[in-house]
């Protein structure tokens, strides 16, 4: 079975300061890693991805992701959090077969505050 | 256009009706998807279609059906449904590529509302 796991149900930061949302996988093979963040009645929105390469990929809005094979994590960071960065997090890993389904975590929200 | 767009945005609807929730990508995009999101849940698939073919229907009721006209448009059309059915339906596209590598594009949803 493949799977993702995000460790905490919310997480709290003050604006300026780093931030690190969690995962943990469990995927055979090569593991496929991606993060989304979903804003308030909005759709998900791409944040970054792993595939190969370079442990520590860069995304969007300042995100980035570390991969961590020896302790199957894929953590999300920021240097320094923005109250505009508030929102629902979630960690996924496509399940492969004949057509490929994203399958997510339970999903972290993200309050910052001033 | 690198925008999934989903009509309505908000749908209201009795037990007894019939609508249709729409979507339609002009990415080029060969995959379409339908997910189902409870409130401060995670998105459940519903329904997957590879080159407009349904690859992955993931045991949902045939009040639910989905139907893929062209490479660009995905439906999801509603018949008899219950108030637990009420959920924001997101629509996402994506690449086809081995091992599901890519990443998906997501519409902002409908919020549909059984009475």
């Known amino acids: 079975a493949q799977s993702v796991a995000q460790p905490e149900d919310q997480v709290n930061v003050a604006e300026g300061n780093p931030l690190t949302v969690k995962c943990t996988y469990s995927?055979?093979?090569?593991?496929?890693l991606f993060w989304y963040v979903q804003y308030p009645n909005r759709g998900l929105q791409f944040l970054l991805k792993y595939i190969t390469g370079d442990n520590l990929v860069k995304g969007s809005y300042g995100f980035e992701a570390e991969f961590n094979k020896s302790q199957t994590s894929f953590h999300l960071k920021k240097p320094s959090a923005l109250v505009s960065d508030s929102a629902l997090y979630f960690c996924a890993a496509p399940f492969t077969g004949t057509a490929s389904k994203l399958t997510f975590g339970t999903g972290t929200r993200l309050q910052v505050t001033l | 256009d690198t925008e999934v767009t989903q009509t309505p945005k908000h749908l209201v609807m009795g037990m007894t009706n019939k609508k249709s929730l729409k979507c339609e990508q002009h990415m080029g995009h060969r995959a379409m998807y339908w997910y189902k999101q409870k409130a401060k849940k995670p998105p459940e698939l519903m329904f997957v279609y590879s080159y407009e073919k349904l690859s992955i229907n993931e045991s949902v009721p045939s009040r639910f059906s989905p139907e893929c006209p062209n490479s660009s448009l995905l439906n999801l059309h509603l018949h008899a449904l219950q108030p637990e059915d009420s959920a924001l339906y997101l629509c996402?596209?994506?690449?086809?590529?081995?091992?599901?590598?890519?990443?998906?594009?997501f519409g902002s949803g409908t919020r549909l509302t059984v009475v």
């Open positions: 995927v055979s093979g090569n593991p496929y």
């Open positions: 996402a596209s994506s690449q086809v590529r081995a091992g599901g590598a890519d990443s998906y594009t």
